[in-house]
């Protein structure tokens, strides 16, 4: 299967889970983590910065993923298990790597900062502003993710795959508003509302509570 379907896959399975997610904020309200009373971040220029990073995500995956192409990826059967360990060592790497980058540009280097501070206008955050963002930082977090993958790779198509499916889903549902049921996915939504709430919290992490424990910064 080439990187293009696999990449396309991804993304639409990207749109179910902002579904579903959504609907999960609407059919349990009792489950919501902090409703905001009147949410600010709406309106015509809101919409416009979301939809506007969705395409310009969309267009950063498939540039990276098919000019960078031969260095990333090899396309021949491979072991269930090594499509395995490069799938894990990917996501690894990519959760430490964005620890630090959250913890140190995003939160402490003045332009970074301001860059960063876009996406903390949302205080009581929701699925769909995983994509509301600065265009800058959207360009450091999938040129991140590529990174990790060239410095594991060359990697089997379908272990980006499962890269890029983990990388998507759990983006989303860190911002989802809800404590979703299982000892997991909640406790990731939780962290990562109250990280939110000013631009001095701690849970830099975004696929594991891993670096925050290791480094002393979990709340």
């Not at 696999?6 to 639409?12: D, E, N, T």
Request: glycine share 6%.
């Amino acid at each position: 299967m080439s990187i293009t379907i696999v990449v396309s896959v991804v993304l639409a399975s990207g749109g179910v889970c902002m579904g579903l997610v959504n609907l999960a904020y609407a059919r349990m309200p009792e489950r919501r983590i902090r409703e905001e009373p009147d949410r600010k971040l709406k309106g015509p220029n809101v919409t416009a910065r979301i939809g506007l990073n969705m395409l310009f995500s969309t267009v950063l995956v498939f540039a990276f993923t098919h000019l960078l192409a031969d260095r990333l990826f090899y396309e021949g059967p491979t072991a269930w298990w090594r499509g395995v360990l490069e799938a894990v060592a990917i996501l690894a790497l990519y959760d430490l790597l964005y620890y630090l980058l959250h913890r140190y540009p995003f939160h402490q280097w003045p332009w970074l900062k301001r860059v960063h501070s876009v996406h903390h206008r949302a205080r009581y955050p929701i699925a769909v502003d995983s994509l509301f963002l600065h265009p800058v930082e959207n360009l450091l977090g999938l040129s991140l993710l590529t990174t990790c993958t060239w410095l594991v790779g060359p990697v089997n198509v379908y272990a980006f795959g499962a890269c890029f499916f983990v990388y998507s889903w759990l983006n989303i549902i860190v911002h989802c508003g809800v404590d979703l049921p299982g000892p997991y996915f909640g406790m990731l939504a939780r962290k990562h509302h109250a990280h939110h709430r000013d631009m001095r919290a701690g849970n830099y992490a975004s696929l594991s509570p891993l670096p925050d424990i290791l480094f002393g910064t979990a709340e």
